[in-house]
């Protein structure tokens, strides 16, 4: 695939002492030296017709005689600079870095030097050296946007976005027709959830270079993570648009297929998805994703034994992550296979210890077993992770499942329950999340709860809603003694076919518990 790496030299802006060097050596600094001087420029150029038709051993062996035959020290240091820039194309780290060390013992006044062994230490996974080098180049030629650039990017990866951004805002104010700058300051976006801007910005960086599939890839995956917090499906539209350029770019790439089947997924369009998950596994057969990806169709669809076949070969083929675990574990506990639930969860919590989402599906399936006091210790926790996190969680229920636990063990009366903080609740959900705040509260009724679930445009949502009041309502009357009236809501919600839904296999638990006509 084309990956937007930026180049390790900013070719539109050429560093002073650059210019100084090549001036020099123009106008013949040397002495009687010209003809000499122009067999080492004709091995400089010879090199660099290599390099263009991709011949780097042979560049390279050009430019050791060039360094071989040099007619003057003042001018090795291009000589070594350009065999540096030949073995970084060739991966060759230690050697692109010992060259260009001698070609700033040389020459320390050549800033894009820094700039090509600040790459090749960025190539090594030296991420402290090369931001040092980049800075070195800043300091001796603040014209060059490259190095602002480079080490913007260093930046964002340790987490210093705002540092990051300072450096990008740079980069753009030298050169405004930088895609690569806006790229990454959109991917800056991006990570401190700045949706809006990370799309401008990479629609910016389309409208200068839209060759660069890169781009269409990452406006892509910001699209779609602002579809899921939104009803509005034309931003899961707008991602597969941008998936399917990627993929007309790159039609045996494996992404593509991928990320577009994903969204396709989120969009309910299963069939979709499938197709573009076979064509990832005929590119790429150990793709783990699409494995997962499969795994979540069939669990849509209620055939939990095929998602956890598919979640199985996705965890084989590694590596492993929390949400496989979470998602194979749900696949368990719909089966009611409790143990290997728990199990999986509790990875879950190992790869992820401080996220809230594990320790709250602890919580769950232990109220599924009955084990209410174990359910209110996980789900307590759970809650108190939540107010950590920094974005709304995308699953607040672990307040709601607390309150039943805590009724069930006797700790709670209705009249305690606190509901889910606001700043825990994203847009897309705070409508419904408020009206089962309202419900458990005693400020909305059962029969305005289900009727809420049932005013939903969208059929998919309103059978999600409607697993979920059931399910709550049911649980209600059971706790207050109407069995007969509860078990009723909860078939109810288990007929709703909601396979995903947390509340329908809570609701297959409840009515064992009953023994009345166990699904």
């Keep these: 695939m084309g990956n937007p790496i930026v180049p390790y030299l900013h070719m539109t802006i050429m560093s002073k002492a650059l210019v100084a060097l090549c001036l020099a050596l123009v106008v013949g600094e040397c002495g009687g030296c010209h003809r000499r001087n122009d067999d080492y420029w004709r091995l400089i150029a010879q090199a660099q017709h290599s390099v263009d038709h991709g011949k780097y051993q042979e560049a390279v062996t050009t430019l050791s005689r060039a360094i071989a035959e040099c007619p003057d020290e003042s001018l090795l240091p291009l000589a070594y600079f350009r065999r540096g820039q030949v073995y970084l194309q060739q991966n060759l780290l230690d050697e692109a870095i010992k060259d260009c060390d001698t070609a700033i013992e040389r020459l320390p006044s050549w800033s894009d030097v820094y700039c090509l062994r600040g790459a090749a230490y960025e190539k090594k996974g030296h991420g402290d050296q090369a931001i040092r080098d980049y800075s070195q180049a800043i300091a001796l030629d603040g014209g060059n946007p490259n190095p602002y650039l480079r080490r913007a990017s260093l930046l964002a990866a340790k987490g210093c976005f705002e540092d990051a951004r ?18 990454h300051r959109g991917k800056v976006c ?26 269409y890839v990452h406006r892509g995956h910001v699209y779609a993570r602002r579809g899921q917090f939104s009803d509005d499906m034309r931003d899961y539209d707008s991602a597969i648009r941008d998936y399917t350029t990627y993929i ?58 095929s998602a956890t076949e598919e979640y199985d070969r996705a965890i084989a083929i590694g590596p492993d992550s929390d949400s496989l675990r979470e998602w194979r574990g749900m696949a368990f506990e719909a089966l009611g296979s409790h143990k290997k ?20 599906l602890l919580g ?69 999340i408020e009206k089962l705040q309202g419900f458990f509260a005693g400020h909305l009724t059962e029969e305005g709860l289900i009727q809420a679930a049932q005013d939903v445009r969208d059929a998919q949502t309103r059978q999600r809603r409607l697993c979920e009041a059931c399910f709550y309502a049911g649980t209600f009357r059971i706790l207050d003694g109407d069995v007969r009236e509860g078990e009723r809501l909860l078939h109810r919600s288990v007929a709703t076919e909601a396979f995903q839904v947390l509340e329908r296999t809570s609701a297959i638990q409840e009515l064992k518990r009953t023994q009345r006509d166990v699904p």
Excluded at 171 to 182: M, N, S
Excluded at 387 to 402: C, I, V
């Design 166 to 183: 300072k450096d990008l805002v740079i980069a753009l104010h030298l050169d405004p027709a930088y895609d690569l700058a806006y790229f």
């Design 190 to 215: 991006a990570a401190t959830g700045e949706l809006r801007s990370a799309i401008q910005d990479f629609s910016r960086a389309i409208e200068l270079n839209p060759n660069e599939a890169a781009y």
């Design 341 to 360: 639930a728990l199990a999986d969860f509790s990875e879950a919590r190992r790869l992820s210890p401080g996220r809230s989402y594990p320790r709250f």
């Design 364 to 432: 769950w399936t232990r109220y599924n077993m009955g084990e209410f006091q174990k359910a209110y210790e996980d789900l307590s926790a759970a809650t108190e992770l939540m107010a950590r996190e920094k974005r709304p969680t995308t699953d607040p229920y672990a307040h709601f499942y607390l309150m039943l636990s805590a009724r069930r063990a006797a700790i709670l009366e209705p009249r305690d329950f606190q509901g889910v903080p606001v700043k825990q609740i994203d847009e897309k959900r705070r409508d419904w």
């Design 248 to 305: 007309r770019m790159y039609p045996n790439a494996s992404l593509g297929y991928l990320k577009r089947g994903l969204a396709l997924l989120a969009m309910d369009r299963d069939e979709d998805a499938l197709t573009d998950f076979k064509k990832v596994l005929r590119i790429e057969p150990d793709s783990r994703d699409a494995y997962f990806g499969r795994g979540l169709i069939y669990h849509a669809r209620g055939k939990y034994d």
